[in-house]
């Protein structure tokens, strides 16, 4: 195995960019009030994309998507309540088809790394049963 598999550097998104994303989030105050989510989501370095029709299920809950420029990243949306934003979703890797799964594995493995070299280690990381690994 050569070493860019083993640190998915072969990704796209490289782990490291990932990890770069995080940060910005976690750095940036979230918008609030009259701030627009379009100068939020430019300070992230991502653009705000399309807001979904309002849901008569959540009165008072708007979502939409926004793009990260030059990575590979999928179904990134928003979540705001009566317009505070309360979270932020993207999924990498998930054309995981265009990648094997040791290429994946590992792009996570660094992704974690990354994140606990940032910002500490998780207390608390699990596996369900389909494989799929989450940390709070």
């Known amino acids: 195995m050569s070493a860019s598999s083993r640190s998915g550097e072969s990704l796209d998104p490289s782990p490291e960019v990932v990890v770069r994303l995080m940060e910005r989030i976690v750095g940036e105050q979230w918008p609030s009030g009259s701030e627009s989510f379009s100068s939020y989501f430019a300070r992230l370095g991502c653009v705000l994309?399309?807001?979904?029709?309002?849901?008569?299920?959540?009165?008072?809950?708007?979502?939409?998507?926004?793009?990260?420029?030059?990575?590979?990243?999928?179904?990134?949306?928003?979540?705001?309540?009566?317009?505070?934003?309360?979270?932020?979703?993207?999924?990498?890797?998930?054309?995981?088809?265009?990648?094997?799964?040791?290429?994946?594995?590992?792009?996570?493995?660094?992704?974690?790394?990354?994140?606990?070299?940032?910002?500490?280690?998780?207390?608390d990381e699990s596996t369900d049963q389909r494989g799929n690994r989450s940390a709070v």
Not at 58 to 85: D, M, Y
């Open 49 to 123: 994309g399309s807001t979904d029709p309002d849901d008569e299920t959540s009165p008072g809950v708007t979502q939409g998507r926004f793009v990260v420029p030059g990575c590979e990243v999928k179904n990134a949306s928003w979540h705001a309540l009566k317009g505070e934003i309360f979270a932020l979703n993207l999924f990498i890797y998930e054309s995981s088809e265009n990648f094997s799964s040791t290429d994946v594995d590992a792009g996570y493995d660094a992704v974690r790394d990354g994140i606990s070299a940032v910002f500490g280690l998780s207390p």
